[in-house]
């Protein structure tokens, strides 16, 4: 896919913006059923129910409505977690500011409330296209990637990242601590992106309030096991 600009100026005569919204959330999910090859200008219009040139309208063609909705995805996530990273990012420049270091206790404390945040996010019906679009973006990296992680996955990865190396006591940049903050974070993305097989081994038919609730208990319990490791330096 070409690389191109998107910051597409247009006159305030007979812009819309609700097209251009329509046109975005239509063309996140229609891009994370079909992929980019698969889906056509047409079926994208249609999905939002607009005309054919809204699309080079407004994103100058499919390749730029393809990067606008990498930049509409991370905002859309960003507004679910948005408030939460500002806190924690707040706490930590206080902290900083001060010459102080978080403790293991507030650390865990955060932690907690990120994995309980992220679990009820990503198990509702709103980050099913999401999902999709992320995951074809995971198998075959393109430019819309790069947005979609600068913008929101590598900024919440590394407060995690942060958090856990104070749990475990050790350098946030280690590789170790990496691999844990990963491994923390997939524990929580496995109930989005093998849904089915979550249903399936557990027993339900769906993901309602009940199982919402056994989720978010479970996500804080990946908290509580965080501990470090065996014979590791204190």
């Not at 309030?209 to 065996?230: C, F, G, M, S, Y």
Request: charged letters at 20%; hydrophobic letters at 45%; glycine letters at 8%.
């Amino acid at each position: 896919m070409a690389k191109i600009k998107t910051d597409i100026t247009t006159s305030a005569a007979g812009t819309d913006p609700s097209r251009k919204e329509k046109l975005l959330a239509a063309a996140l999910d229609v891009f994370g059923r079909c992929g980019f090859d698969g889906a056509s200008t047409r079926q994208l219009a249609d999905a939002a129910g607009v005309n054919l040139q809204a699309i080079p309208y407004y994103f100058s063609g499919k390749e730029g409505l393809y990067l606008a909705t990498a930049d509409y995805l991370a905002e859309m996530i960003g507004t679910h977690v948005g408030g939460m990273r500002q806190t924690i990012g707040a706490r930590m420049a206080e902290l900083q500011t001060s010459g102080e270091s978080i403790t293991p206790a507030e650390a865990r404390a955060f932690l907690t409330q990120m994995a309980e945040t992220m679990i009820t996010l990503f198990v509702s019906k709103t980050s099913e296209s999401w999902a999709r679009f992320i995951i074809r973006e995971q198998m075959e990296p393109t430019e819309a990637f790069g947005r979609v992680y600068e913008g929101i996955m590598r900024p919440m990865i590394e407060i995690v990242r942060r958090l856990i190396a104070t749990v475990l006591s050790e350098d946030s940049a280690s590789e170790h601590v990496r691999l844990r903050t990963l491994s923390f974070v997939g524990s929580i993305l496995v109930f989005r992106v093998a849904h089915a097989a979550v249903l399936a081994q557990m027993e339900w038919k769906q993901i309602g309030a009940n199982e919402i609730a056994i989720l978010r208990q479970h996500a804080a319990e990946l908290v509580t096991v965080l501990e470090p490791a065996k014979g590791a330096a204190a």
